[in-house]
């Protein structure tokens, strides 16, 4: 149970990462120079790149467990973000990348030798990485990890690439149209540049402190909208990996007792937390005896 707990971690998710992207690199790249494939290669150095992508989210997720101290009093939770920002910044590149090589080879034409070996590397390819994307996305969906989701992104265009390339080369070696490998490098490179630009803007967002999402946020209202409180204001939230910071004023008759305020509080905060048990609730509520938002800040 316990070696299960620890599998299931970010950094030991990014640990599982490296060696397959490493094996799986080695494996391309030693086909690939054997076969003369073109699209092997590339497979290769993009697996190379996901090594090097993995790497760097392991010590960035190492550093972001890091508790708070004097210096950082919230923590270095956003270095998560800051990584995944990256990561969609190489994938990007490697977007572009696939793009030009899959034009000039669909401008010059270009022998492909020993097919068999790379369509046998590009199953292997296959398998591992579908293996791989499954893993990762139950490490994210129990962590709530943007670094975690942004591998889960990268690997699935990995995934969606291993694919095409085995299905063109399985093709090629039947038909002799070589160019359908450039065609299919178009359409994936297309692909991860969307991909890529979606998980930069999802935690661009998140280092902006953007607010949760609207139907958690619409939850929170019910909830103090349905409590024995005069009124509330000053609503804010944002988010940090899987904690939910919440700072509410939450406004009470003047003459209600402290200890009867404070028992109200306590519900309201188990209400907001019962709203997702999964997630880590950050929640500060300032008790006020009368309605000051004249003084709130302008959102």
């Not at 550093?63 to 910044?89: C, R, V």
């Not at 297309?190 to 946020?217: G, Q, T």
């Not at 997630?279 to 500060?284: A, T």
Request: hydrophobic fraction near 50%; charge should be negative; aromatic fraction near 10%.
């Amino acid at each position: 149970m316990f070696f299960k707990n620890l599998l299931y971690t970010p950094k030991y998710a990014t640990l599982i990462a490296t060696i397959t992207a490493l094996c799986l690199a080695i494996g391309k790249l030693i086909v690939g120079i054997i076969s003369g494939s073109i699209a092997v290669l590339a497979s290769a150095i993009d697996s190379l790149l996901d090594v090097g992508i993995s790497i760097f989210n392991f010590f960035a997720i190492k550093k972001s467990e890091q508790p708070a101290d004097s210096k950082f009093n919230y923590g270095l939770g956003k270095l998560e973000f800051l990584a995944a920002t990256f990561e969609g910044l190489i994938i990007t590149c490697s977007g572009i990348y696939i793009f030009y090589t899959s034009v000039q080879k669909l401008i010059s034409s270009h022998a492909l030798e020993s097919l068999s070996s790379s369509i046998g590397m590009m199953i292997v390819s296959f398998c591992v990485t579908f293996v791989l994307v499954w893993f990762l996305q139950k490490v994210a969906k129990k962590t709530h990890s943007q670094v975690i989701k942004a591998d889960v992104i990268h690997y699935k265009v990995d995934l969606l690439s291993n694919g095409a390339i085995l299905c063109s080369l399985a093709i090629i070696s039947f038909s002799g149209f070589e160019k359908l490998d450039a065609i299919l490098g178009i359409i994936i490179a297309l692909y991860i540049i969307v991909s890529a630009f979606k998980l930069i803007k999802e935690n661009v967002l998140l280092l902006l402190d953007r607010a949760i999402e609207p139907h958690i946020f619409a939850r929170v209202q019910e909830i103090l909208e349905d409590s024995p409180i005069t009124s509330y204001h000053a609503l804010r939230s944002r988010i940090v990996g899987n904690i939910i910071f919440i700072n509410v004023h939450l406004v009470f008759h003047p003459d209600i007792t402290l200890i009867e305020a404070h028992k109200i509080c306590d519900d309201i905060e188990s209400r907001i937390r019962a709203i997702d048990k999964s997630l880590v609730w950050e929640i500060n509520a300032h008790l006020d005896p009368c309605d000051d938002s004249e003084f709130d800040v302008i959102l």
